[in-house]
């Protein structure tokens, strides 16, 4: 049984003994539940490592924040005691503002939009802006558009969120986010939302559907309204020292084998938003479009002048700009 003690011990002697072969499969962290389309992206990822390498290096995942919160897994991460992980974009916000932009709210037009930047130059900036930072980018997978849902009524106009406690990720622009719209945002993990919401802890929150639907969020919050406020991508993430230790040969493999999932992930994806959807309408869930997103936008547009404050940042978002009227 691998735990978060049993990590850092094996981790830290690994790292700090340099050592060449480690001879265990490489560990990767995921938040979600073992059928969610962002461990089955992994698990393809893996399946080709293993192929391609003909059994040398193999991927062992941990589903269902076994090994902790993101924010925790990316510590072990950066440190070396783990040496994959499958995150969402926000907590890397704080040590890596190029990060920020695909975060931002209303910046892609669709889902199209968000795959041809993710896929071109924009996208490739962003991973590598993460080497400095212990990381290796790997890939992004999707995370479809994150909407509003709560416990009290559906959301038609930034008033109806009014004084709600929305819990947001551990990101300073959530934070800003949720507050630009007259709510009160409330930083958690993912894994204490569920308790949260059933407690009253929390009004609401915000997710896309297969989240809302994979963690019973919609069991408690039965009112899921279509903001669509954010397409913050998920990525795939490896220690920068597990990469170091890779022969050139090996990293290429994984390197091609993580971009050769991302088509794979995003078939289950859609497949699995659809499902979710179904599902939680089956359960009685009232979901509403938003006539006026307008009013969110524009309320929301405070937030770029404090989190785009670099030139680099500042050419990442022309450029997803300019992708934008070529989809
Ligand atoms: C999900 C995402 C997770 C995590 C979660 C959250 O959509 O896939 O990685 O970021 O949201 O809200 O904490």
């Known amino acids: 049984m691998i735990n978060r003690r049993h990590l850092i011990a094996t981790g830290a002697a690994a790292a700090m003994a340099g050592c060449g072969q480690v ?8 938040a979600h539940v073992a059928d ?17 390498t003909g059994g040398r290096q193999r991927v062992k995942i941990f589903a269902g924040a076994q090994l902790g919160s993101e924010r925790d897994t990316l510590e072990l991460t950066i440190f070396g005691a783990l040496d994959l992980n499958r995150v969402n974009l926000a907590p890397l916000n704080a040590f890596a ?10 910046l892609f ?3 199209e939009h968000m795959r041809t930047s993710l896929d071109g130059a924009p996208g490739q900036a962003i991973l590598d802006a993460l080497r400095p930072h212990g990381l290796v980018g790997l890939c992004f997978y999707d995370s479809g558009a994150r ?27 959530y934070v800003a986010m949720v507050q630009a719209l007259g709510a009160n945002p409330t930083p958690m993990s993912f894994t204490e939302v569920y308790q949260g919401l ?12 297969p989240s809302y639907e994979s963690t019973r969020h919609f069991e408690a919050a039965r009112y899921y309204s279509y903001s669509r406020h954010v397409m913050a991508p998920e990525i795939l993430v490896m220690s920068k020292h597990r990469w170091d230790r890779l022969s050139v040969e090996d990293q290429d493999i994984f390197q091609q084998a993580a971009r050769d999932s991302v088509p794979v992930m995003r078939e289950l994806w859609d497949a699995r938003v659809n499902n979710a959807r179904d599902r939680v309408l089956a359960s009685g869930v ?6 006026d997103i307008g009013a969110f936008s524009v309320r929301m547009e ?3 002048g404090r989190f785009v404050a670099s030139d680099v940042q500042r050419r990442l978002v022309e450029d997803i700009r300019n992708l934008g009227g070529q989809v």
């Open 97 to 106: 503002s190029e990060t920020i932009i695909p975060s931002l709210p209303f």
């Open 109 to 111: 037009n669709s889902v």
């Open 36 to 52: 969610y389309p962002t461990v089955q992206g992994v698990q393809a990822m893996a399946r080709m490592v293993e192929e391609r």
């Open 286 to 291: 009232e979901t509403n479009e938003i006539a």
């Open 302 to 304: 405070s937030v770029w």
């Open 147 to 173: 909407s509003f849902y709560n416990t009290r009524g559906p959301v038609h106009a930034p008033e109806d969120l009014q004084g709600l406690k929305i819990r947001v990720q551990n990101s300073d622009l």
């Open 198 to 209: 059933v407690q009253g802890v929390i009004d609401g929150a915000e997710n896309n559907m």
């Open 23 to 30: 001879e265990r499969p490489l560990y990767s962290a995921d």
